[in-house]
């Protein structure tokens, strides 16, 4: 399904190489979010240039259109994405709790309102993998149930019973399937641990995940401040996913706790707002500075957007609302986040790594 290799340590920080059915992935690995099937602005030639190693698909938003068996039918996510790499899919679960008007959550499942024409959709861990099986990503997620940030302890409580639950009925509908996806290559399952806050609820998912033995692992329910070392409580001889973490520091602050894997439409989203990811922080093009900036979005970057276009350019586009001026940007951040990433696993080989994150952050005013 998956081999997980750590290569070097540094602390709790580890250089390792993912291998799937579609390549071996270098880790820390940034994913960018591909959630209608693309990365939206760049064709996947683009993004191979920027030295993207694994994206992420949306199995909520591709589950509601174009639907999971017109997926499997055009040749699964690879042939409709036009991308020969590792593919990861989320199990939708995320989605079903932030974006659904009207949901109904029991222990079967969980039945909600499609965003796209309001009919009633059902989401059980079976129906789940069983999308993410016609998918046909190299990597799937557990269904689980995500609580609010808000939520009361008895509320998070139940989502960990809940999601483990689903766990298991994930592991055992993933075996069912016989672990094939839909174009013959093998499929590696992961399980979600939730518990918000709480360090003991968090332990508590983990103890029960982990029980499963499943290929690898995520962290759920953190995005950032929540403190890093006492979100990983995986094993360590597996993967560990920090699922919607894209800012730079803090995916420093995970890789020194012992995350490998990250995602998150910072890169993206914020290009497609004029904003660029540099090694001394944000740069907003829009800004009038820019006017006649003759330099490119970042000296010594190799992307496509700094070898051939101005900042003064890519300003003109934005403000003329032309296509191509986020997608100059989207292709420069994705570039900067996999530079990035790298230089983080020769730190880490070189066993410099607590040294250099101090810079970087110093650097990222």
């Known amino acids: 399904m998956v081999e997980f290799t750590v290569q070097q340590t540094c602390g ?17 690995v940034f994913m960018p979010c591909g959630t209608a099937g693309t990365v939206k602005g760049v064709t996947s030639a683009q993004l191979r240039e920027t030295g993207v190693q694994m994206v992420l698909a949306n199995a909520y938003h591709l589950m509601l259109r174009p639907g999971a068996e017109v997926v499997a039918a055009l040749g699964g996510l690879h042939r409709m994405m036009a991308w020969d790499g590792p593919i990861l899919t989320d199990s939708g679960g995320y989605q079903v709790f932030s974006l659904a008007q009207r949901r109904t959550v029991c222990d079967d499942g969980v039945t909600f309102q499609s965003h796209i024409d309001g009919a009633a959709v ?19 997620m557990q269904l689980d149930e995500c609580p609010p940030g808000d939520a009361s302890r008895q509320d998070v409580a139940a989502a960990v019973r809940r999601s483990a639950d689903w766990a298991a009925r994930c592991r055992k509908a993933w075996e069912d399937f016989g672990r094939l996806a839909h174009s013959g290559h093998p499929q590696a399952l992961f399980g979600i641990q939730q518990g918000g806050v709480h360090a003991d609820l968090r332990a508590e998912s983990a103890k029960r995940i982990v029980a499963l033995d499943l290929p690898g692992y995520a962290i759920g329910g953190l995005s950032v401040g929540e403190g890093h070392d006492r979100m990983v409580q995986l094993p360590a001889d597996r993967p560990r996913y920090l699922m919607g973490v894209g800012e730079p520091r803090d995916i420093l602050a995970a890789v020194a706790s012992g995350v490998d894997m990250f995602d998150c439409v910072l890169p993206t989203r914020n290009a497609r707002n004029a904003q660029a990811f540099t090694w001394t922080g944000r740069l907003r093009l829009r800004n009038a500075a820019f006017t006649r900036d003759c330099g490119p979005i970042e000296d010594g970057c190799p992307c496509y957007a700094c070898r051939n276009f101005p900042r003064a350019a890519i300003r003109h586009y934005f403000l003329s609302e032309e296509m191509l001026g986020p997608t100059l940007v989207t292709i420069h951040n994705l570039t900067f986040f996999a530079r990035f990433t790298a230089a983080i696993r020769q730190a880490i080989a070189a066993g410099d790594l607590p040294r250099r994150a101090e810079q970087w952050s110093a650097g990222m005013v």
């Open 122 to 140: 059902e989401l059980t861990p079976e129906i789940c993998i069983d999308v993410q099986v016609r998918l046909g990503a190299d990597i799937i």
């Open 12 to 28: 709790k920080a580890r250089a390792s190489v993912l291998r799937t059915a579609h390549g071996e992935v270098a880790t820390p």
